[in-house]
């Protein structure tokens, strides 16, 4: 009785998971062993090619645009992952501290951002950086002494891009903050108000260590999605010199859509997944072994 009902409860569970399988191995599995086969040949986007083995990973060392590409990346990724996340973890302690209407009211204006489309983005901060109407360029023109065209400005694009990336991605982190803060128990505050703990004690000894696992996995999120970044660089380099300011993933399009090179940008493709989940796992393992120290 006891080993039909196993059967019974493992048939289940296998009929249950069966389509999440399906769409797994159709959409993920599937399209990233293709992309891999694609990889090693000189195919075209549509249709097929030659064999080339690593013909198309070696050319990737004496690529100047992939080189580039690559420290462009990187250099986003620093202007953007951990400021972002500092910055939704201090508005997330502010808006923590409210209550009621004015708790939602405020979280909904920072979460606002998240949910406009990226042409909204771009249109609305295009506008605010007009080099002859931008509200931006009063302030600009005070610190630096004249308007710059930021977005036709090679030093200032990538740091302007990532400030308009945390000011639109930063309600997410925000969100998520909040919610870790409201898994701790007000009690264990009041211990230690009780024994004396200042505001920076409050935060250091208990906050901090508590809200810890939230903060490796929205670093661990922020680090993904950076690592893809490709719809603002791209539309704010529209019109302009692209190539100075270029991402892998804008690469990707470049090389696979644009020149028709199918084989060469699935090796970039393949480059930038192994990079994301390389990265990925190595800094979750070290934020997790750093909060299994504390």
């Keep these: 009785m006891l080993a039909s009902t196993r ?3 493992r048939r289940s569970a296998y009929i249950l998971i069966a389509p999440y399988l399906v769409i797994f191995v ?23 090619g030659d064999w080339v083995s690593f013909k198309n990973y070696l050319k990737l060392f004496s690529d100047r645009a992939f080189n580039t590409a690559v420290w462009n990346t990187g250099y986003f990724v620093v202007l953007t992952v951990v400021p972002n996340v500092a910055i939704g973890l201090v508005i997330a302690l502010m808006v923590s501290r409210l209550k009621g209407w004015t708790q ?7 979460f606002l951002p998240y949910i406009l489309p990226v042409s909204v983005v771009f249109l609305m901060w295009r506008w605010i950086f007009d080099l002859q109407f931008g509200i931006a360029q009063y302030v600009i023109e005070f610190f630096y002494g004249e308007r710059v065209a930021v977005f036709r400005s090679i030093p200032w694009f990538l740091p302007m891009v990532a400030l308009i990336t945390i000011w639109w991605t930063n309600g997410f982190n925000v969100l998520l903050f909040i919610a870790g803060l409201k898994n701790i128990s007000p009690e264990i505050y009041d211990a230690a108000a009780i024994d004396g703990a200042n505001r920076w004690q409050l935060f250091w000894k208990i906050t901090w260590p508590l809200i810890w696992p939230v903060t490796a996995l929205v670093l661990t999120i ?20 692209a190539d100075p300011t270029m991402v892998l993933v804008q690469l990707i399009y470049r090389e696979a859509f644009q020149r028709n090179h199918g ?20 800094q979750y393992q070290v934020l997790r072994a750093r909060g299994a120290e504390r």
């Design 7 to 9: 059967r019974s409860e």
């Design 26 to 48: 159709v959409l993920f599995i599937y399209p990233t062993v293709k992309m891999l086969e694609l990889s090693f040949t000189n195919a075209p986007l549509i249709g097929a």
């Design 104 to 110: 939602s009211i405020i979280l909904a204006a920072f």
């Design 222 to 241: 922020q680090l993904i999605l950076q690592l893809k970044i490709f719809d603002q660089v791209y539309l704010f380099s529209t019109g302009g010199r």
């Design 263 to 282: 084989g060469y940008g699935a090796t970039i493709a393949t480059a930038l997944f192994v990079l994301i989940a390389a990265l990925s796992v190595l």
